[in-house]
């Protein structure tokens, strides 16, 4: 750990205190890290000698900075990283491990306002649930995630950590226990989705099983838990098998149900609970997505729309 990095015991038992998920936790953790290693770098020495114009200067840094791929960071992620040094100044101040707090008046970037790119239609999506070979054994298993993601709008890392007591085929419902934000919640998932999971939990898993305590629902070849960058390739791959013509992710999934869905005339307040948004706010870039019932007027209404020519 970096010498700069004061009270980092002290500081994650402070997240967890406060309801933190460990996944938060680390990814803070890393953040802040990379900002002291930044400092050392610098020759900065003492945390006391950090002022705003030096984390207004990091900032330019995150922003100047490429990633791994090559590409700028996005403004999520600048603002994410800055989010965990203000953080962590405060529960420096609060503490009386400084006077000052460097951070508290050091602002986020404006966030720019994007539409979701990976929309399907439902012809689209039906070619992706059908690409998976359903003869096999994984063939099923991927067919089953893809149709839970499709019916559910649920998170990658909610499917992968989706247990067998979380699921009720009786009721037609899954239980989301420890989703983004530490929360869980109830989702609906629909009948073909049902389905496909009693098959592969009733005759599917068991064949991939190898451990009788792992209560995980998707499995590996060697009965292990999946993990999120296999998942990501496995749906990446049925994309390209189904010759969709964009880029597809998980979260294609999450996209295309919230917007078929308003299309359908679902509430927007239906949908915030289903994918389990903390804020109305979130939610609302789909009704931007979802013009159906825009279109539908501006043919009605615009008379340019009545003439022949």
């Known amino acids: 750990m970096n010498d700069l990095f004061f009270h980092h015991s002290e500081y994650c038992q402070h997240l967890n205190i406060r309801n933190f998920s460990a996944g938060t936790v680390v990814r803070y953790v890393s953040y802040l890290v990379r900002f002291f290693d930044w400092l050392k770098s610098r020759n900065s020495a003492e ?7 030096t984390i207004k200067e990091y900032q330019l840094h995150l922003y100047a900075c490429v990633n791994r791929k090559g590409t700028p960071n996005s403004v ?3 603002n994410n990283n800055l989010k965990a040094i203000k953080s962590y100044f405060r529960f420096l101040r609060d503490n009386d491990y400084l006077v000052h707090d460097p951070a508290g008046d050091v602002t986020y970037a404006k966030t720019p306002n994007r539409l979701p790119r990976s929309i399907l239609n439902q012809g689209e999506m039906k070619k992706l649930l059908h690409a998976p070979d359903t003869k096999t054994v994984i063939g099923y298993r991927d067919r089953t995630i893809l149709e839970v993601f499709y019916s559910t709008g649920i998170r990658r890392n909610e499917l992968i950590n989706l247990t067998l007591e979380d699921v009720d085929y009786g009721d037609g419902i899954v239980r989301i226990n420890c989703g983004k934000g530490n929360k869980d919640r109830v989702v609906p998932v629909g009948k073909i989705a049902c389905r496909y999971l009693e098959n ?17 629902i998707f499995l590996t070849l060697t009965g292990r838990k999946l993990s999120e960058n296999r ?6 791959n049925y994309g390209r098998k189904a010759n969709l013509r964009m ?8 996209h295309t149900c919230a917007t078929l869905m308003l299309r359908n005339k679902a509430n927007i307040r239906h949908i915030q ?3 389990g948004h903390a804020s109305l706010e979130t939610t ?26």
């Open 231 to 236: 998942i990501w390739s496995m749906v990446k």
């Open 284 to 309: 609302q870039i789909y009704t931007s997505v979802s013009i159906a019932d825009l279109k539908d007027v501006h043919r009605r209404c615009h008379p340019r729309e009545r003439d022949n020519d």
């Open 200 to 216: 592969y939990i009733t005759a599917v898993r068991p064949t991939l099983a190898r451990d009788d305590h792992d209560r995980h």
């Open 76 to 78: 999520c992620y600048q």
């Open 273 to 275: 609970e289903l994918l």
């Open 247 to 254: 880029d597809i992710s998980p979260h294609t999934f999450r």
């Open 47 to 53: 945390i006391s000698q950090v002022s705003s114009g």
